[in-house]
């Protein structure tokens, strides 16, 4: 018989305390901490609100209700001074989102392009691209913004003097302005008319690929789609007896009256946010090209794939893994980024919002409304960007 | 585990104690500080700017010496934060700064929603507007359509928006956040006029690159008496603030300057000898040093003198008295007796 005791067969392990037992342990500490951080919290809490009405300063979100009494430069929405204080911070909060979103597009598109650019092995190409991303990185980017900002308000000259390069076209440092279609019964049918093209161009998609698995016979599917974006819409505008009318902008006064005015404050902050920020996009679309590896362009090409075929159906999809979360998080530094509209005039949320605390004094609730917005803004472009991730990513074997 | 244990007690027994914690009374803070920190504007000339050697000069900034002459006895002894419009009643509500003298509008929101305690007002303005001159606008009744530069969070944006409802114009604001890109943006042409508190707009056309291109139109749209303000919670100190300024307008009604209030130390008259402390009561009645008035006028200046300094009519700005002159001179500016 060795030293190793065998197991006692008869007795059974009686009942472990609980300061020995591993897993009641975990327990019992989680339950623990758990108190502490909510006993932190309710003591902050109510030191705040006792703090605050010593002070009788007002708390609570009744301030939504009450009439703001201030103006809004641009505003999606129609808004004036009679509205509510939560009237004005949706203004603000559409002006953010169409901000960011057109930034986001425009960003993409430029950052790709860049980023292929600089892989070009053109000389002066390459060399143009990598100038544009090291100065674009470099500069900070409210510099950038001050700078487009001052060359849209000094370079353009006064109202009374705006350039005319076509009729019903205006430049000047109010922004520009242009005529468009003047209110219409047929732009609502035009525009589901619109929909519905883009609907049948994704199922000739669908079509025309499994045609392809299945017989190796191409469709031009981009060309068909395009033809009928355009082709359903004008069909509905022929149908309402084609209307022409024009909103023309005529100056009168001040300013110009009429048409659309695409104001220096959203133009400079788009070119600034867009340049600065497709800098670094061009870099992680770099990135992600060169960690493809050289033997797949090489096997692409040798099957007699043209360099555009090449790019398109060999690199990009291997590409996009490397890309699209680095790219996710250029897309959050944009939106971010845009709230730096304030110090240009342009009314994003953050600059509605920092009013409104002004005027009501209450800066708790307009700041955690701040969190929550830019929050809500940054989760839904990431979980969608997840989503797209995981749509194209490659299945390894 | 049995250090984390003792951790865990430790820090238990540390919270148990921490029930509501008070903002530690104003006056005492500053005392034990040794200093006022005062919040200024920063970008209006005349009011509260650094001049070209960083030295602090204006209305408000002297305001601000003479508290700390009326506390401390030495009117240096404050230490200047300049704040944005948005960023100035968060300072004081929250115990950044102890005063806020920035040419602020006392308001009856402010006065009551946000905690503030407004004192003596320093100086009475009204809204106007500034227009270029080659616009041809004698009025602001004919700015409808117009474009008008504001900074944000302000009185001023609410004023003009009631302004342009009440008499059915349109407009468009554009506004931004610093007072000095706001006026490089009016002058460079972005916006067709300015709009704020008229000695601002003064003061911004002082310094503009060629001030004689600029009118300020007639209209005055609003009432902005101008007050510094503390936070409420110390009456003491709210009423030390109150009575300094109170003490520049009355020093100016019995003619004291800072060049002869030495030799006002030696009157006769009575009402002299209590407000500058010689008959002892009114430095104890406000837990301050008995010379308190003397410290201020010596050092600072009577109301008159600041007022000269700083806009007056040989200064760049060029303003008269106006509804800042003593009551007995027409004006608004009426000390109560200082017994």
């Known amino acids: 018989m060795g030293k190793a005791a065998a197991p006692d067969a008869e007795s059974t392990p009686s009942a472990i305390p609980l300061w020995r037992d591993p897993k009641k342990r975990a327990i019992v500490f989680q339950i623990v901490v758990l108190l502490l951080v909510l006993g932190t919290a309710y003591v902050l809490f109510s030191n705040t609100q006792a703090n605050l009405s010593r002070q009788s300063i007002a708390t609570g979100f009744g301030f939504l209700q009450t009439e703001s009494g201030f103006e809004i430069g641009e505003s999606v929405i129609p808004y004036s001074s009679a509205d509510t204080y939560g009237r004005a911070l949706l203004a603000g909060a559409l002006n953010t989102i169409k901000v960011s979103f057109i930034g986001i597009v425009l ?36 510099l950038q913004l001050f700078f487009w900002y001052a060359i849209f308000y000094e370079a353009f000259p006064s109202p009374r003097q705006a350039l005319n390069p076509l009729p019903g076209l205006f430049l000047c440092n109010r922004g520009l302005i242009m005529a468009v279609p003047a209110d219409n019964a047929a732009h609502q049918p035009m525009f589901i008319a619109l929909i519905a093209a883009l609907a049948l161009w994704w199922v000739i998609r669908r079509w025309a690929k499994g045609r392809q698995e299945r017989t190796g016979r191409s469709f031009p599917v981009v060309r068909t789609g395009l033809g009928l974006c355009l082709l359903l819409p004008a069909l509905v505008w022929l149908a309402y007896g084609a209307p022409t009318a024009l909103d023309i902008p005529e100056l009168q006064g001040f300013n110009f009256h009429g048409g659309i005015t695409v104001s220096p404050e959203f133009s400079a902050l788009l070119l600034g946010l867009v340049l600065y920020t497709s800098a670094f996009v061009a870099e992680i679309v770099r990135a992600g090209i060169q960690a493809v590896s050289r033997g797949q362009i090489e096997a692409a090409m040798s099957i007699g794939l043209r360099p555009g075929q090449v790019l398109h159906l060999v690199v990009m999809p291997q590409a996009l893994r490397v890309i699209v979360p680095p790219l996710t998080s250029q897309m959050l530094n944009l939106t971010k980024n845009s709230s730096l509209a304030i110090a240009i005039g342009f009314a994003d949320f953050v600059s509605v919002a920092n009013t409104t605390i002004n005027q009501t004094g209450q800066a708790i609730e307009g700041v955690a409304l701040i969190m929550a917005v830019y929050l809500c803004f940054s989760l839904s472009t990431s979980v969608f960007m997840n989503w797209y991730n995981k749509k194209t990513a490659l299945v390894e074997r | 585990m049995k ?29 034990k500080k040794g200093f006022i920190q005062a919040g200024v504007n920063g970008g209006v000339f005349g009011f509260g700017m650094p001049d ?107 004023n003009a928006a009631d302004y342009f409802r009440a008499n059915h114009m349109k407009w468009k604001p554009v506004v931004i956040e610093s007072t000095t890109e706001l006026a490089k943006t009016f002058f460079a042409g972005r916006c067709d006029v300015l709009t704020s508190d008229s000695s601002q707009l003064a003061g911004t056309r002082a310094v503009a690159p060629n001030p004689k291109d600029y009118v300020i139109l007639p209209e005055i749209i609003s009432k902005e008496p101008l007050a510094p303000a503390v936070r409420h919670g110390d009456d003491q100190f709210r009423d030390i603030v109150d009575f300094t300024v109170l003490a520049l307008i009355n020093a100016e009604e019995l003619g004291i300057t800072s060049k002869n209030v030495d030799a006002k130390l030696q009157s006769e008259d009575p009402v002299v000898k209590r407000f500058l402390g010689v008959t002892p009561g009114n430095g104890k009645a406000l837990g301050l040093d008995e010379k308190w008035v003397y410290n201020i006028i010596k050092q600072v200046g009577n109301y008159g003198e600041i007022f000269d300094r700083n806009v007056g009519p040989d200064t760049a700005l060029g303003l008269e008295r106006g509804l800042n002159a003593l009551w007995t001179n027409g004006g608004l500016m009426y000390s109560p007796p200082f017994k």
Request: aromatic share 8%; proline share 3%.
């Open chain 1, 107 to 142: 960003m993409t598109i430029l950052g790709v392009f860049v980023g292929i650019a600089r892989l070009s092995r053109n000389w002066l190409v390459s060399r143009m691209a990598a100038v544009f991303i090291e100065v674009m990185q470099n500069i900070p980017v409210l």
């Open chain 2, 3 to 31: 250090p984390f244990k003792l951790l865990s007690i430790v820090i238990c027994l540390l919270l148990l104690p921490c029930s509501i914690a008070y903002a530690g009374k104003d006056l005492d803070a500053v005392r």
């Open chain 2, 52 to 158: 070209a050697k960083g030295v602090w000069k204006g209305l408000d900034v002297d305001t601000a010496h003479a508290v700390a002459a009326a506390i401390f006895g030495d009117a240096s002894k404050v230490k200047f934060t300049p704040l944005t419009a948005q960023q100035r009643f968060t300072a004081l509500q929250t115990g950044e700064i102890d005063l806020l003298t920035r040419n602020c509008t006392r308001t009856l929101t402010r006065e009551t929603a946000l905690g503030l305690n407004f004192v003596q007002v320093n100086y009475y303005d009204g809204q106007a507007f500034m227009a270029p001159k080659k616009l041809g606008v004698k009025s602001a009744t004919e700015l409808d359509g117009a474009t008008v530069c504001v900074l944000p969070g302000t009185t001023t944006e609410q």
